[in-house]
């Protein structure tokens, strides 16, 4: 028998779209301005329109409250419109049976217990780029989930990780994907988990002091099991209707599907989706996706094709997440280079805290892969090094691997250097000199998932990381860590790489190597001098210019044959600065270096 309808005039109708529960029921409400009638089927009311209807609201809102439907409850929306009868799933629902069933009330309680997690500085950050898929899969016959990656948060936080990036993990249609499809926005996806189980990720990677970042797509939404198109019936050109453009402004590289940044529902649905995360969710940062399509039509600088609504959007994002959470990290992928995406908005810029940055990845992975040492530009790497927006060092997210670089006709670097024999002396060698720039140079370094173990081939999302990797090359993760220690200065020798200022005070581009100096404010304990070897050549006696007089030591030296039996350990020892100018320093000392290393010195505090 049909659910008798319990709204009522007197019913409390709660502020907010979707499904909102309170104590006294949940109170629905939807956008659908072209819809003549509106009313809420599902399971409870057999499907039947006529015993939940909605209250038209003002400019195209629907609402009502029923007291009889709480949390569990599934769900749709049954629109009359000009053009027929449509089913749909509520654009704002937080949690779905499955890409293609039904919306979900999802219960708002959640045990954070203790929870009083505080954001590292952004200097400090260390991230961990991840797929939740395929990060660890202990059940061959389902992608890994929330719950599982819970269980290698210690591997992390061993290995000194501080941040957590998480791949989309939106509701996309099947239970394989990168998550660059979402199909429903605002609900986790069914088969990580769902939201219960990405808080308690949350509260477990707080608990080791780790932040959690997530990977938002506004640049399209789709393609597949997306009720959002055409959702109350209407559309111009056959285009996605209300929620999308429907003219040339709609086409993007994944399909007709770009969302109207100029119409203001639109607008605030991706506003109220990138809060949600940060409050409800309680994460510590977004990383927008390809927000170069979010600016403008074919993601370039040419101005004919640019979206104002676009811009406009993300700097409101951004200045709000600066007025109510400012300690919250918004990371931009542009890829162009452009500083104005992270320059603040009163000076004209978009507002975000950091972006990743084409101008390190890409000249510093040509010079790891190249397969011969004469073609290698130190002048290139130089500048990758020294680079940065706005004069300020942590605008920018240095990697040599993401998702985007082992994949799509790529590869780890590894296998990029020596495909099919990634765990030769070669590919250990130069991926982990990219390993210790990536941690060295300025900017907020992030590694991708398996990189510490030496991860092979090309990431897939059907291809779970081998674990196994992590004990056969359990010294090559000690490189790893060793690293990021010195990164985040635990030992109060390194400061420097904490710091903003960097000098790039050596290039040999005929024997291929590079020195640069980090500092935060200078002196003992904070002075860093990285030096690197580009080339297959030992030197037993390299002079290098210093700052500073005394004793300088070797904090780090890649070569080590505790990182892998097959490194050289090569001597490099400390040594006691001499006075006199060289490499414009006006002092100098010598050290051993083994080819494809990199030396991490500095003096006592």
């Given at each position: ?273 990138a809060l949600m995360w ?44 600066r007025e109510k959470m ?236 505790g990182y892998d039996q ?40």
């Amino acid at each position: 028998m049909p659910t008798t309808n319990t709204s009522s005039p007197a019913a409390p109708l709660q502020g907010g779209m979707g499904a909102v529960p309170h104590a006294r029921g949940t109170t629905f409400r939807v956008w659908a301005p072209a819809a003549t009638a509106v009313a809420l089927v599902g399971p409870f009311n057999q499907w039947n329109s006529a015993t939940h209807p909605l209250t038209h609201e003002t400019d195209g809102y629907w609402a009502a409250d029923f007291a009889d439907l709480g949390p569990g409850t599934e769900y749709k929306f049954r629109l009359i419109t000009p053009t027929g009868e449509l089913t749909k799933n509520d654009p704002y629902a937080r949690e779905v049976t499955h890409s293609a069933g039904n919306s979900v009330v999802q219960d708002p309680h959640f045990d954070w217990e203790d929870d009083h997690f505080r954001m590292p500085a952004w200097n400090e950050l260390v991230v961990y780029e991840l797929h939740v898929g395929t990060f660890y899969a202990p059940d061959p016959s389902r992608p890994g989930t929330f719950y599982d990656a819970i269980g290698k948060l210690d591997y992390l936080r061993e290995l000194g990780i501080n941040a957590v990036e998480i791949m989309p993990a939106t509701e996309f249609p099947g239970s394989l994907s990168w998550g660059y499809n979402p199909a429903h926005p605002f609900a986790i996806e069914t088969d990580y988990g769902g939201a219960t189980a990405f808080k308690e990720f949350i509260k477990q990677a707080h608990r080791r002091g780790m932040a959690v970042v997530l990977d938002v797509v506004y640049n399209h939404f789709g393609p597949g099991d997306l009720d959002l198109w055409q959702f109350d019936g209407w559309q111009q050109n056959d285009g996605g209707g209300i929620y999308f453009y429907n003219d040339w402004r709609a086409e993007t590289p994944w399909g007709h599907n770009r969302p109207d940044y100029g119409r203001e529902a639109v607008r605030r649905y991706i506003r109220d989706n990138a809060l949600m995360w940060l409050e409800d969710y309680r994460l510590d940062g977004l990383r927008c996706d390809a927000i170069a399509h979010i600016r403008n039509v074919n993601g370039t600088t040419d101005p004919a094709h640019d979206l104002p609504d676009g811009w406009n959007l993300m700097k409101w994002i951004n200045e709000e997440v600066r007025e109510k959470m400012p300690w919250k990290i918004m990371i931009a992928e542009d890829l162009l280079g452009d500083e104005f995406i992270t320059r603040a908005p009163e000076e004209g810029g978009q507002g975000f805290s950091s972006q990743w940055d084409a101008r390190f990845v890409y000249p510093i992975r040509d010079a790891l892969v190249t397969p011969a040492d004469a073609d290698r530009n130190m002048h290139a790497v130089a500048q990758a090094v020294a680079h940065a927006y706005n004069h300020d060092a942590f605008q920018r997210v240095v990697y040599t691997e993401s998702h985007d670089e082992v994949a799509n006709g790529k590869a780890r670097v590894p296998e990029e250097i020596m495909p099919g024999a990634a765990a030769s002396w070669f590919p250990k060698k130069r991926s982990t000199l990219g390993a210790a720039l990536v941690l060295t140079v300025p900017g907020i370094p992030m590694i991708f998932q398996g990189q510490p173990m030496l991860a092979d081939g090309s990431f897939s999302d059907d291809r779970p990381l081998n674990w196994d990797r992590a004990s056969e090359h359990a010294g090559l993760v000690r490189l790893y860590h060793d690293l990021i220690r010195l990164r985040r200065n635990l030992d109060g020798h390194t400061r420097g790489l904490l710091g903003q200022h960097v000098e790039v005070h050596h290039i040999n581009n005929d024997d291929k190597l590079l020195a640069f100096i980090r500092r935060d404010q200078g002196g003992p304990g904070d002075t860093t001098v990285v030096l690197c070897n580009f080339a297959d050549r030992a030197h037993e006696n390299y002079r290098l210019g210093l700052p500073r007089k005394g004793r300088w030591r070797v904090r780090f030296n890649s070569d080590w044959e505790g990182y892998d039996q097959e490194f050289g350990n090569f001597e490099s020892v400390d040594c006691h600065a001499e006075e006199g100018i060289y490499d414009d320093q006006p002092f100098h000392g010598t050290f051993g270096l083994a080819p494809y290393s990199v030396l991490i010195i500095s003096q006592e505090a």
